[in-house]
Nanobody, 113 residues
Framework: VQLQASGGGLVQPGGSLRLSCVASAAIFSFNAMSWYRQTPGKQRELVAV???????NYADSVKGRFTISRDNAKNTLYLQMSSLIPEDTAVYYC????????WGQGTLVTVSS
C-alpha cells in the first residue's frame, strides 16, 4: 500500500488549506490514519489521528483549527487546516497503520505573509 500526500503550499496567516492523502488500497483496512508534521531540527509530531471507528484526536496546538476526515469511497484522508499561524509551517506527512505502518512522502506547508 502506498500513500500520496498533496495540497501543501504557501498561505498567509489566518488562511486555510486542505491536505489530501490518497491511498493505493482501501483506507478502511487501516486501524488508524493520521497526519504528522516535522520542522528542521525537530522530531516528527502527531497532528491528528482518526481511528477506524471514526474517533479523532488532535494535538493541543491545533484543536479547534484543524479537522481530520476521510472519504472511504475515494480512499482519501484529509486535513482541513484553518486559522493558520506561522508555527504551523512544516512538512506534513500522512501515516496509515493496520498491523504494519506506511507513510506518505510529505507535503510542505508554509504560513507566511
Amino acid at each position: 500500500v502506498q500513500l500520496q500526500a498533496s495540497g501543501g503550499g504557501l498561505v498567509q496567516p489566518g488562511g486555510s488549506l486542505r491536505l489530501s492523502c490518497v491511498a493505493s488500497a482501501a483506507i478502511f483496512s487501516f486501524n488508524a490514519m493520521s497526519w504528522y508534521r516535522q520542522t528542521p531540527g525537530k522530531q516528527r509530531e502527531l497532528v491528528a489521528v482518526m481511528y477506524a471507528g471514526g474517533i479523532t484526536n488532535y494535538a493541543d496546538s491545533v484543536k479547534g483549527r484543524f479537522t481530520i476526515s476521510r472519504d472511504n469511497a475515494k480512499n482519501t484522508l484529509y486535513l482541513q487546516m484553518s486559522s493558520l499561524i506561522p508555527e504551523d509551517t512544516a512538512v506534513y506527512y500522512c501515516r496509515g497503520y493496520g498491523g504494519y505502518e506506511v507513510w506518505g512522502q510529505g507535503t510542505l506547508v508554509t504560513v507566511s505573509s
